[in-house]
Every structure is written in structure tokens, then in C-alpha cells.
DNA sequence: CATATTAGTTAGCATAGCTAACTATAATTT
DNA sequence: AAATTATAGTTAGCTATGCTAACTAATATG
């Protein structure tokens, strides 16, 4: 397949990323920093979506379950904030979890037109495997960093979760 | 997700991330990192994907098209193996752009089956604007970063590039 | 009680991923 | 040289995700 006949290195999506500066209204590392930290993150998620499938569920399903497995049972509309995505779309989501027994589906009692959405045993059960293969490759290269390099990429993740908690 | 008052953290995707050893075979710093930054990055994309739509593309296009913008001339093999898709899949994104006239495509002399994809000039400028939307949101935010922290997220990129580089 | 708002669904469109099966060209074998 | 095999892309058809617009049902509000 991906027969590596080309030059050694040669990443794409890494535009000028030099590390001179270029006024462009705003902090110009920043906008160099956002630049390579958007394609590495593009990059990250290709890698990693590759384990994703062998759940049988798509990435947007294990997402949401995801959610619901660490963050307790939420309504439809709860979910699709939380996922950023439409209400058609999350119920979409849900209807193909719920076909796949990953949740389970009870009314709001007091607002009949909510829905109480949980993951099931057997949806937490998968998400874990799910997240195990996914983690497990990434961790397995992961591993072959230095300590340091390991601690300092652990400080940046938690600088960008805080970061993005704040996006809104 | 749901307005962040109730309980002090509940970050979906943010899974167990305790920081104490629980021996799985390897090194479980990596693993819980892994976890973080699987999640770090899924919700990375999912803001900076919002201001794509806004060129009119969707991402598959723009990062194709970026590949070809930085990585110069290629053809639908190289770029599906770039992209880490198949050729279908590539087939069907390069007639997209070809149809929006964002890249050119030529015959491969010397081989009849082979295509030449090229950025038009049109595809060029597109991609510097649409990177330019997407990039603006991200450097904002990361703008109301420390110059230290700055310096660290920049780090961890690196760390981050070389580890996708050897990956296959 | 009439109306407006809110929660979800349905219908219909587009993008993006895949596999399987096809066409056309190039390379290899006999 | 002809037959075979291998390679490059395409076509057809499936699934999954995203959207908007238009709908139904239930709640809230006047």
C-alpha cells in the first residue's frame, strides 16, 4: 500500500511554520503556533481514527457515548451542546446507539418532550475496549518518548484542555 | 457542553486521568496522556472546524488541497497515500476541486495513467484564506496564553510532529 | 384558552469514508 | 510478439456525519 518510495521528510499541512516572526496584526507565534498545533492535531486524529473502527461504531457515536459514559445520562439537546453538533444530527447519533444497545432511551419525568439518554453496560463495556485499542497504539508510540518529553507534552495538553474549556 | 456550574469538573472525554500508576503492560504516564490528548485534539478540531465551512470546502478538500499548495504537484496516488485515504475516496475529493477549479489536472507524460493535480492559483489563495479563518479563531485564544506557556505548547508540537512523522 | 417557545424528529441535501468491480495503460513473461 | 500480470484511477453502491427547513408534540405564557 503506502510504499514509502518518497524523500525522507516531507509532512504536509506544514505550511512556513519557520519560527520568524511576521507581523500580522496579532502575537505572529501564536499564529505560527496555531498553524502546526492545527495540523498536528489533524494528523493525531487520522492516526488514531484507524483503531476507531474496529469498535463497529463511528468516531461521532463513540464520541457521544463517550460523554455520556463519563459525564452521566443527558438529554438529546445536552448531548448535541456538548457535541457541538445540530439536534437532527445528535439524533441521528442516539437512534444508532440506542439500534446497537450502547444506550438506553427513558422519558424525562416532568417534560415529556425530553429524553433521558444513558449508556448502557454494554456501551460502556465497548467504549472502554474502544478507547483501549485507540489509546493503545498511541500510547505505544507515546512510549518512546523521554520523560521529560513525556512531561512537558502532558503540561501542554493540560494548558490547551484549559484553554479550550474556555473557547465558547 | 451544558453551562460548567454544577460540579467542579466535568469535562467529557476526560476519563479516569488520574495521575497514579496502574501497571497495563507499559508505561501508564503514557497511557493516560494518551486519553488526554485524544481528546484534546477532538475538541481542537471540532472549533477550528467550524470557520472551514465558511470557504465554502469542506476539510477533506482543504487539507488535500493544502497538501498540494505546500507540497507541490502530485498525483491522485501520491496524494491519497498523503492523505491517508483511498483512492477512491481521493478520486472523488480531487474532482471536487477540480470542479470548483481550485487545482488543474494534466496528463502524466511518459505514463497514460498517471494524473498530475496541481494547485490552480485560485486554490492557493483559497486555502491562505480559509487557513487564515481557521487559524485566526485558534491564535486568538492562544494569544491570551503566557509567552511561557506559549514556548511549551510550541515544544510539545515539535515532540508531537516527530512522533506522527514515524509512525506508520 | 390562544399563542409562543422548546424538544425532538423527519426529509432531503452534501461531504467523506469504505469495498468491489471495472477500464485503461504499462510492465513482464513466455 | 502475444499473453499475462500489475498498476493507476474510476464507477457504483453502501454507511456515517454534518447541515437546514419544515414538521409534531408538549410546555409555558399571555
Redesign the pocket.
Known amino acids: 500500500m503506502s510504499t514509502g518510495k518518497n524523500q525522507p521528510a516531507e509532512t504536509p499541512h506544514e505550511p512556513p511554520a519557520a519560527g520568524r516572526p511576521k507581523p500580522e496584526g496579532r502575537n505572529p507565534e501564536a499564529l505560527a503556533l496555531a498553524n502546526r498545533l492545527h495540523s498536528a492535531a489533524i494528523h493525531l486524529l487520522r492516526r488514531v481514527r484507524k483503531q476507531d473502527v474496529a469498535t463497529g ?6 464520541s457521544a457515548l463517550s460523554v455520556l459514559v463519563f459525564g452521566g445520562p443527558k ?4 448531548l ?1 451542546a456538548a ?14 446507539l440506542a439500534r446497537s444497545r450502547l444506550v438506553a432511551i427513558t422519558a ?1 419525568p ?6 433521558r439518554i444513558r449508556a448502557t453496560a454494554k456501551g460502556t463495556r465497548l467504549l472502554h475496549k474502544g478507547r483501549q485499542l485507540r489509546i493503545a497504539d498511541l500510547a505505544a508510540h507515546l512510549d518512546s518518548l523521554s520523560p521529560q518529553e513525556l512531561a512537558e507534552l502532558g503540561a501542554s495538553v493540560e494548558i490547551l484542555r484549559r484553554l479550550l474549556e474556555s473557547w465558547r
Do not use: H, W
Open positions: 461504531e463511528g468516531p461521532a457515536r463513540l438529554t438529546l439537546g445536552e448535541a457535541e457541538q453538533v445540530k439536534p437532527p444530527t445528535m439524533s441521528r447519533i442516539v437512534a444508532g424525562d416532568g417534560d415529556a418532550r425530553r429524553m
